[in-house]
C-alpha cells in the first residue's frame, strides 16, 4: 500500500520549501498538483526532476481520484500539492485525501509555508485563537452573513480576499463587524510583500487600487456579544431582510445576536419581512415551535 504525502509549498518566496518536501517530491512516483507549471517551476529551481507530474484540481478531481487511488494501491508513493502553500486549505485536495484514508492508505503531512500563519504571526494581534474563514462569497447577502457568524469570536478573523473584492468584503466588514483593528497582508513572502496596519476605516481608504492577493487578519472581539442599543436589532432585522434571507433565518440571526426568545425573534422577522419594500414573494420559513 502506497503512502499519500500532503506536501506544503511555498507561497511565494521558492526558498520557504523544507528539506523533506524536496525529497519527498524526488522520491515519489507521481506528483498530483493543482497547477502543473508552478510545480515544475519550483522543482526545477532547486533541481529536482518528478518522477510523474499530474494536474489535480477541482474540475478533474472525479476522474483523476480514482487513477491515483489504483496507483497507491500498486504500493507505489503519491504527493499531493497545491500551487501555493498548504494543500486542501482552501484548495482542492479533501476528496483525494479523504479517498485515500477510507481506502486504507496513509496519508502523511509534510507541513511547510502557509498564508494564514504567516499573516497572523506578522499582524501584531492577539491570536492565541482565531477562526479562519478562507475566501467568502462573491454575493454580498451571504459575506454578510458569514460575517454576522463570526461578530462575537473573540480569537482573530482571517480570511482570503483577492484584489477585485477585497475593498467591498471590507466594506461588509466595516458594516457588520465595525471598525475593529486589522491587518491586511498583501502579497506575502514575494518582492512586493506589504502590511497594511489600522482600524478597518483605514486600511479600506488605503486601498486606491488594489493589487496581489490580500490575507486579511481582522482582531476579535474582546468582549461577549451583543450591544444590546436601541433599535438595533430591528435596524439589523432589517438590513437581513434586505439582503434576502427567509423569515427563519432572519430569527435565528436575531436570536443568536441579541439573546432574545425563538418567539420574539420570529415576530421581528416577521414584521421586518413584511415592511413596505420587501419581496413578500421570498420564503418565509418555518414558524418556531412552542417550548
Known sequence: MGTL??????IGNPLDITLRALSVLASVALIASEDTRTTRRLLAHHGVQPRRLVSYTDHNKTARIPRLLATLGDGDDVALVSEAGVPVISDPGYDLVAAAAAAGHQVTPVPGASAVMAAIAASGLPARRFLFLGFLSRKAGERRTALRSAAAIEGAIVIFE???????????????????RMVAARELTKVHEEFLRGNVSQVLAALDQPLGEFTLVIDGTSTPSPVQAPGEAESLAGRLAADGLSTRDIARELAEAFAMSRREAYALATRAREAPGQDPTQPPGDSPRST
Open 5 to 10: 504525502y500532503v506536501v506544503a509549498t511555498p
Open 162 to 180: 483577492s484584489p477585485r473584492r477585497v475593498k467591498a468584503t471590507l466594506r461588509d466588514v466595516l458594516e457588520v463587524l465595525g471598525d475593529r
